[in-house]
Structure formats: C-alpha cells, structure tokens
C-alpha cells in the first residue's frame, strides 16, 4: 500500500475540539515598546505560483504567554546568549593573536548583515550561510578552531550579530551566481522524505494554521533564528532546527553545514524576503 503525504499529515493532526484549524493571531509584535516588527507581508514574487495569501513570522503561531516573552529585552531568555557572544567578541583567540574586535571593532559594524545572508561569496565561489562567514573569519583571519556549526558558541555569535539587524526586512539574494543554489534549495523543499514521505511544504506550506500533535503548524520561517525554545532552554541554530523537522519524517537527516542544508537555508530565507530579523526570537 502506497503511503500517501496527505494521508500522512492527516495521521499526525491532532483533533483538538475548537481548534482543528486555529488561525494564526492578528497581535503586532514590537520590541521594548519601541521596535516595531514586521511579522506579516506580502508573498515574495518567487513564490507568485503557491497558494498563499501572505507570509507570517513563527511568532504569530505561538501562545500569548510565549509571544510576550519575545516583546521585551528583560524577559526573552535569549538575550542572556547575546551577552555571552559579546564576550566572545572580545575575546582573543588563535595563532593571529585577535579578537573579532580586532578588525570589525563593535557588533554595530554588523547591521544589516543577518538580512542577507545566506549570500553569495564571490571569492570562495559559493553561497555562505552566517555560520560559515564566521567559521572563515575564525580559521583564516584569526588562526582559531571554528566553532562546532550547531554549537552553543556558534548560536550565541549569530544572536549577537541577529540583534544587530532586528526589525530589518529579511532581502536574500536569489538571483545571479546564487541561482543555482537556490533552485537547489527549492527542490529540496519540495522534496518527500522519510517513512513518511512528507516534504517541508506538506507541513509549513499545505498546513500551516492546522495543529499537529499538541504544536500550532507555522509557514516554518527562519527571520526568527537563532530562536531560544522553551523546550530544551537553549539557543537554536536554523540547520538544528532542519535536522529536527527531517528526522520527525522518520527519514535520514542532512548533515548540518552540508551543501544541501545550506542551500535548504537560502531557499528557506527566500520565503521569509519582507519579514523582520527577529532573532534571537523566542518559540516553544
Ligand atoms: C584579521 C581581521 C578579521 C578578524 C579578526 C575577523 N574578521 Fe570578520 N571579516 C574580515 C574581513 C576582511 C571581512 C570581509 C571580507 C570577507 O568577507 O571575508 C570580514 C567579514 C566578516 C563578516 C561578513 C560581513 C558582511 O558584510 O557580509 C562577518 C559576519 C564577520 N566577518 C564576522 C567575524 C567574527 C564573528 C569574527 C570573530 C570571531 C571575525 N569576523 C573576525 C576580517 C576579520
Ligand atoms: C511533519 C510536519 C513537518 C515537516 C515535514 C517539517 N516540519 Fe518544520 N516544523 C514542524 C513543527 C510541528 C514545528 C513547530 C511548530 C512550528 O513552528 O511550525 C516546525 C518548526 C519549524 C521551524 C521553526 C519555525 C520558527 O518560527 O521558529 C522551521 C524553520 C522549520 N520547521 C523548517 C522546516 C523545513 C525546512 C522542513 C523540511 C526539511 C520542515 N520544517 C519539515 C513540522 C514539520
């Protein structure tokens, strides 16, 4: 017997009574009653052939409680890890004798940076995720071991350069030399995997407003990451996040770094163009 996707996602909904389908709320979202996001807009034009009104931020799908532990520096748990990758900023490390203060002196050198990334690199020849940027700077630049790619230095780092660029609409390149990863990206989106044969869109873009287990199904953004989850109290790097998702369709996952989660990132940032840089957001 042919396990179908659809019969699939049906197996995992959840038949909450009242809720079967709970609508994404219409709350804003501002930060420190002062930044105010954007968390809804309209569908980028690559995506003019999917049947979607607009794009949502993860934050709209979570609970009041949850959404207010985001609205406020002194209460999002994540800001205790861009702290930590302040620290790190400083810090001196490696054969160079250098700090990334060194050469970039303050975080503030990084506005605007999370927005677009992943980008294309015109000298590695290839599309780089933050991450990478990072561990390039750390190796090349400053003789020191890269951080572990889904580590807790790795996540505190990103969240500091995140904050940096918060309320700033995400505007990934998709066009030029970095087309191709991109096309890449996309048909991995599209791709079924598993036992279970489901594709990312089978979930965040076939069901998103439906519940699944006890969880509100979200468009699955990534504007929000690094995201401090309320389940396992840590900062969560996007590819984490991916390798989770894959392995919940009980199939093999992609390793984090690897060339197909970094192209899974470009397409996925893509389908977050117009939304705030939210991280370090907060999710359950
Ligand atoms: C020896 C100097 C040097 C040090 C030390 C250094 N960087 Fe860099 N960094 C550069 C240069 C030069 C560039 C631009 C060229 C490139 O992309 O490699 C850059 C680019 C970047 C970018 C990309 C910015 C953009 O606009 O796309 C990021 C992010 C970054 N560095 C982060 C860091 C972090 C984090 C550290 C510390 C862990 C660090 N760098 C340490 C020299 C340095
Ligand atoms: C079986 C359904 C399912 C599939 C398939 C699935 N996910 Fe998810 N995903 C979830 C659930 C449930 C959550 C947690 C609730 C939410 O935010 O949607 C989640 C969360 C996410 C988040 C976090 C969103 C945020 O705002 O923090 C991202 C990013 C994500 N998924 C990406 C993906 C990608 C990329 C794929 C394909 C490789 C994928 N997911 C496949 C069910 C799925």
């Not at 861009?82 to 990334?100: L, P, R, T």
Request: glycine share 8%; net charge negative.
């Amino acid at each position: 017997m042919k396990f179908n996707a659809m019969t699939a996602v049906a197996a995992l909904m959840l038949a909450v009574p009242g809720v079967a389908s709970a609508d994404p709320d219409d709350d804003n979202l501002v930060i420190n009653g002062e930044t105010e996001m954007i968390t809804k807009a309209e569908v980028p034009a690559h995506m003019e052939d999917v049947a979607m009104d607009e794009i949502m931020s993860g934050w709209h799908f979570r609970s009041d409680e949850t959404q207010a532990l985001e609205m406020d520096d002194f209460d999002n748990p994540g800001m205790i890890f861009v702290d930590a990758g302040m620290d790190q900023w400083n810090a001196v490390e490696g054969s160079e004798g250098k700090s990334c203060a060194t050469c970039h002196e303050g975080p503030e050198s990084m506005t605007g940076v999370r927005a677009v990334y992943p980008k294309w690199d015109e000298e590695a020849g290839e599309v780089q995720t933050l991450a990478m940027q990072i561990n390039d700077c750390r190796e090349n630049n400053m003789g020191a071991e890269p951080y572990k790619y889904t580590g807790g230095q790795m996540a505190n780092m990103e969240a500091l350069i995140s904050v940096q660029s918060r309320g700033m609409p995400v505007n990934v390149a998709i066009d030029g030399p970095a087309k191709e990863t991109w096309e890449k990206g996309k048909e991995l989106y599209y791709t079924r995997t598993g036992q279970l044969e489901l594709s990312c869109a089978n979930c965040h873009e076939d069901n998103y407003g439906n519940m699944i287990r006890a969880d509100h199904l979200s468009q699955g953004q990534i504007n929000g990451f690094p995201t401090y989850r309320l389940k396992n109290a840590k900062l969560n790097t996007v590819h984490a996040r991916f390798k989770g998702c894959v392995r919940d369709t009980r199939a093999e996952t992609y390793k984090p770094g690897s060339d197909a989660f970094v192209a899974l990132e470009l397409y996925v940032a893509s389908r977050g163009n117009g939304l705030s840089v939210e991280g370090p957001s907060v999710r359950n």
